[in-house]
């Protein structure tokens, strides 16, 4: 569960009472745990948001602090710092989880940065046509029709060779476009990471409009697979 | 969640599921689609030209059970009522005569975009002019 504290918030450690910055895991004056920090995932990793991200030094730094903050390691602590050590284990591993992949990362990045995305997203503005992919409308509705006959098909337990290929051919296709997404999508993380403020709010919106048309292409091809594959 | 009865009766038994002839200059085509759930609806109408009265409607939609809803009650509420009078139609008529929680908003408001998108293609068809909401509507 993510935390909205200030991670700028300067908090005394419980040990050695020296003030410290929220976000960190392990006091930085005396190295004893801390409870869960407020702030975000990004800074449990010492980050600041970004998204082009190293993802083997994420890797590596999530199996330091993994070790460091290992239950087995505070068998003989206080109580509450075996707490912590569960409780910071937890954050750190929906930490890694969310920061690792692509899209999580970037849905959590604009969540943070309050984008309404996907099912939370309650309708409201949908009257900015920028949210709908119109160019893929025609050829969602076309697929799914093609889907459903061959479902209908299959339950008469016919095979419609066509109807195969076509479908095939048409799982290549949207692969393809889901590759360009991904592109675009990194393209857009650049844009971010190194723009102004101005620049941010154009690839966040930019993002947002990305991700749906991802949304929308990734259904379509788990359809597109299952009905393939049954 | 537990989708009322008006919906499942709606789901069950969808009303005018079907096909109008796009390339006619009385039927006016609305394709729409929610990108939160990846939605798509189709809704049609044919207009008689002399009463500008929508005599036929027909949907087909790809999505949850609301959506289907959706669009299969507001086929039966713009049938028999005059293209302007179809646009009165509000997708908050729809969440109350459904009893759509909250989250499945967006399957309404689909629906409402729907019937503006196809009123939009017909009048673009005939050369009506089109009022500002429409407008928006049907890009």
């Known amino acids: 569960m993510l935390k909205v504290l200030d991670s700028a918030v300067p908090v005394a450690c419980w040990s050695c ?80 989880r969310t920061l690792r992949e692509p899209i999580h990362r970037t849905e959590y990045l604009l969540k943070l940065h309050g984008a309404a995305i996907g099912e939370e997203h309650s309708g409201k503005d949908r009257k900015d046509p920028s949210r709908v992919p119109a160019d893929l409308l025609e050829e969602v509705f076309e697929l799914n029709m093609q889907l459903e006959e061959m479902r209908a098909a299959r339950k008469m337990g016919e095979t419609d060779a066509e109807l195969q290929a076509s479908l095939e051919q048409a799982k290549r296709k949207f692969d393809g476009l889901m590759d360009e997404v991904d592109h675009d999508l990194r393209a857009q993380w650049k844009a971010w990471d190194e ?15 990305l991700l749906d048309r991802r949304r929308y292409l990734n259904n379509l091809v788990r359809d597109v697979t299952e009905t393939l594959g049954a | 969640m537990a989708y009322s009865d008006r919906v499942i009766d709606h789901y069950n038994n969808p009303r005018n599921v079907g096909t109008l002839d796009k390339s006619s200059t009385e039927v006016g085509t609305g394709l729409v689609g929610a990108p939160e759930c990846g939605d798509v609806m189709r809704l049609q109408i044919r207009v008689n030209p002399e009463t500008q009265v929508i005599e036929e409607a027909k949907f087909k939609t790809f999505g949850c059970g609301s959506a289907i809803a959706s669009s299969s009650l507001a086929t039966e509420w713009i049938k028999g009522r005059k293209v302007e009078d179809a646009l009165a139609i509000k997708n908050t ?16 408001v689909l629906a409402e975009d729907a019937i503006r998108a196809a009123i939009g293609d017909w009048k673009k068809k005939n050369g009506v002019a089109e009022t500002v909401e429409s407008t928006a509507a049907a890009q």
Not at chain 1, 21 to 49: E, M, R, W
Not at chain 1, 62 to 88: C, G, M, T, V, Y
Not at chain 1, 195 to 209: L, N
């Open chain 2, 93 to 108: 008529d729809i969440v109350k005569e459904l009893s759509l929680p909250p989250v499945k908003i967006h399957c309404s």
């Open chain 1, 195 to 209: 723009g102004d403020a101005g620049a941010r709010a154009a690839a966040q919106k930019a993002m947002v409009a």
């Open chain 1, 17 to 96: 009472a020296v003030a410290h910055n929220d976000a960190t895991l392990f006091c930085p004056h005396c190295s004893k745990i801390q409870p869960p920090p407020g702030g975000d995932y990004f800074s449990v990793f010492g980050l600041v948001p970004h998204l082009d991200l190293d993802l083997s030094e994420l890797e590596h730094e999530f199996h330091r602090l993994s070790r460091k903050l290992h239950p087995d390691r505070f068998a003989r602590a206080a109580d509450n710092e075996k707490q912590w050590s569960l409780a910071d284990t937890a954050l750190l591993n929906d930490a890694y």
